[in-house]
């Protein structure tokens, strides 16, 4: 216990001391008592640019990471697969086309993307369970089609950017999850549709443990098993959909920060989910703070970061596994 209570208190401190830094370093600099000083002040022309410019942008990394690390650890859950990440198995790059498709043909209706987004995701999600699932589920099979439905889904995205003209900019924005340029409309959806799924995240860890069980035992005491994959399935979709609808397809958090989590908090769900939900934040903002600032003007995307750690990971666990 006291383990659990040192790690959310170490991981608490490390995303305050994030959160300051990302505020005050870049092409605006300001010392920490004088960002602390400017913080309540009217009128001072740098606090407000940081109120409009990064303050946006520091938000929708945390939440967007927070997002994507509980997507990994609920779908790790419903698939009994330690692999299983919505960017790896094509969920990311569903929502992220079907993006791109409302954006490119029914331009209108940009403000349903997240619905959209998410049915894009959920379609992915759907095409791996009944690709994969022959008498039970296979974790071998299942990432590997996952990685196919990624692929194919990859691939159309490409097409849809392959065309030009104005699309270029908003499939740059999708692909590239450089958050530059985010706003506090961005920082709206992002934190309602994400609390929705955070929030039903914790609800629902009960069943999370349970089907660590093999099925025939948890149905034996009643539970449905079904019901409990397809609503934890559909929770991790939410959350994995509206992160790539702002914030861009960003791969191997989910992945990533559950594996680590586990080995700081144990496998109770009750204490992972919120635990690798700071972890994910913290980890998304040091990477696209690590981005912004290390070839400055120039931007490494996060999205680039993370698949340079990601991209070993992987292969350091399926080695492992």
């Keep these: 216990m006291t383990k659990k209570i040192l790690s959310f208190i170490i991981v608490g401190i490390l995303l305050v001391i994030a959160i300051i830094y990302a505020a005050t370093t870049g092409s605006i600099q300001m010392g920490f008592f004088e ?19 990064r303050f946006p942008r520091i938000i929708v990394a945390l939440f967007a990471g927070a997002a994507l690390s509980v997507s990994g650890v609920l779908l790790q859950s419903v698939m009994r697969n330690p692999l299983a990440d919505a960017g790896v198995i094509g969920i990311s790059s569903g929502a992220a086309f079907v993006q791109l498709f409302i954006i490119f043909f029914f331009p209108t209706l940009f403000f349903m993307t997240p619905i959209l987004a998410f049915l894009g995701g959920a379609l992915a999600c759907a095409l791996v369970f009944m690709l994969s699932w022959k008498s039970g589920l296979s974790p071998l099979k299942l990432i590997l089609v996952g990685i196919a439905i990624n692929a194919m889904f990859t691939g159309l995205t490409e097409a849809f950017i392959s065309l030009g003209g104005s699309l270029n900019t908003s499939a740059a924005s999708v692909i590239g999850s450089n958050l530059t340029m985010r706003t506090w409309q961005d920082v709206s959806m992002l934190v309602t549709y994400g609390t929705v799924g955070l929030v039903a995240a914790f609800a629902v860890y009960h069943w999370c443990n349970l089907l660590v069980l093999q099925d025939k035992t948890v149905k034996s005491l009643g539970f449905q098993v079904e019901r409990a994959r397809l609503i934890i399935a559909a929770i991790a979709v939410l959350l994995a959909a509206v992160s790539v609808v702002v914030a861009g397809v960003i791969s191997f958090v989910g992945l990533l920060v559950p594996h680590i989590a586990r080995r700081f908090v144990g496998y109770d769900h009750k204490v992972l989910i919120p635990f690798t939900a700071l972890a994910g934040a913290l980890l998304i903002l040091v990477a696209d703070t690590i981005g912004r600032t290390i070839m400055t003007p120039l931007e490494i995307p996060a999205s680039t970061i993370m698949a340079i750690i990601g991209g070993p990971f992987l292969i350091f666990l399926l080695r492992k596994e």
């Design 35 to 53: 960002f602390l000083g400017a913080l309540f002040e009217k009128g001072n022309s740098q606090m407000e640019a940081i109120r409009d410019l």
